[in-house]
């Protein structure tokens, strides 16, 4: 069984400050990790996701992740964030690409302070 | 291409009653899944269905129940409503790059 942890479950930024959100994974198998975003009232977008390869991940909106599969950690980060950018946050992750449920953490909920 | 979308948008249903839930899947995807959202939470699986069979099942009771039709698409069905359903429920299909969330049905149990 795989779990997520979503470390942090508010984040408030300054506009067009850098910004890291933290997954942690636990698993016993090779897991696939996404985030996804959900905007108010909104369902979920994928920003990205690591399936194999390159441990840093390039997603939408100037997203990018790094897989570190010795500290079990998929954290997000933005370089500048905006406005635009306040929504609730989700880390996932899945045993079988594509044919196997999505766990889901508790999600983080990014405020950007203009 | 249209996304994944669902139906109705929003319901407000009483406590006991029925409720039925639809899904379409993006066109080619075979892969549809089924997740429950609860204010203030990450999303939980209820099913997933593979083919019109269904390849697994989340921790709900009996009440929750789910098929997938010939043509993929997916009906989400809960009996005797409780309360506690009230949440966000949303579809998920996929092929070979990913899940692909429709925007959900707002159930809301009075």
């Known amino acids: 069984a795989q779990s997520v942890t979503q470390l942090d479950s508010q984040v408030p930024v300054f506009e067009e400050a850098p910004v890291e959100l933290r997954c942690n994974y636990s698993?016993?198998?090779?897991?696939?990790l996404f985030w996804y975003v959900q905007y108010p009232n909104q369902g979920l977008q994928l920003l990205l996701k690591?399936?194999?390869?390159?441990?840093l991940v390039k997603g939408i909106n100037g997203f990018e992740a790094e897989f570190n599969k010795s500290q079990t950690s998929f954290h997000l980060r933005k370089p500048s964030v905006h406005i635009s950018d306040t929504a609730e946050y989700f880390c996932a992750v899945s045993a079988n690409f594509g044919n196997e449920k999505l766990t889901f953490g508790t999600g983080t909920r990014l405020t950007i302070i203009p | 291409d249209a996304g994944v979308t669902q139906s109705p948008t929003h319901l407000i249903k009483t406590r006991g009653q029925h409720v039925t839930l639809r899904c379409s899947p993006i066109s080619g995807h075979k892969s549809v899944s089924w997740y429950q959202q609860v204010l203030g939470q990450g999303p939980q699986f209820i099913f997933q269905y593979y083919e019109k069979e269904e390849r697994g099942r989340g921790n709900f009771p009996d009440r929750f129940s789910a098929r997938q039709f010939p043509n993929y698409s997916s009906e989400l069905n809960v009996n005797a409503l409780l309360l506690g359903d009230s949440a966000l429920y949303l579809c998920?299909?996929?092929?070979?790059?990913?899940?692909?969330f429709g925007s959900g049905t707002r159930l809301t149990v009075v």
């Open positions: 998920a299909s996929s092929l070979h790059y990913g899940y692909t």
């Open positions: 698993s016993s198998v090779s897991v696939y």
């Open positions: 690591y399936l194999s390869g390159s441990t």
